[in-house]
């Protein structure tokens, strides 16, 4: 069994900053990519930025310069830096996670940390 916990929202004002943490535990044997979603009520979830074991990195055009995503292998944990934040980038944040086990590989989620962009 592997759990994904996501850590770090909450309320900050327009222009600030915060950063989510999301660490996997239980019986990995290797993670691949993980990376961040988020989903706005009655929308699809989009991609905001994720990064390879490698760390390779990708980003939505839309955080781009003002998100940095970063990962710690030994900790099997991801943070998302996120800084000049939007009012529109108000919603629930999702980790993600590609995990080998001894038995399978399949994507994981968190349960969502819920960031509010609000003055």
């Known amino acids: 069994q592997v759990q994904l916990v996501e850590s770090g929202g909450g309320l900050v004002q327009p222009g600030g900053s915060l950063r989510l943490s999301c660490a996997a535990s239980?019986?990995?044997?290797?993670?691949?990519?993980m990376g961040w979603y988020r989903q706005a009520p009655g929308k699809q979830r989009e991609l905001v930025a994720s990064?390879?074991?490698?760390?390779?990195?990708n980003y939505a055009d839309s955080v781009k310069g003002r998100f940095t995503i970063s990962r710690d292998n030994a900790k099997n944990t991801v943070y998302l830096q996120m800084n000049s934040l939007k009012p529109e980038e108000t919603t629930v944040y999702y980790c993600n996670a590609d995990v080998r086990t001894i038995s399978s590989r399949r994507n994981y989620w968190g349960q969502g940390t819920q960031v509010t962009v609000a003055s």
């Open positions: 239980g019986s990995i044997l290797s993670i691949n990519a």
């Open positions: 990064i390879t074991s490698g760390g390779r990195t």
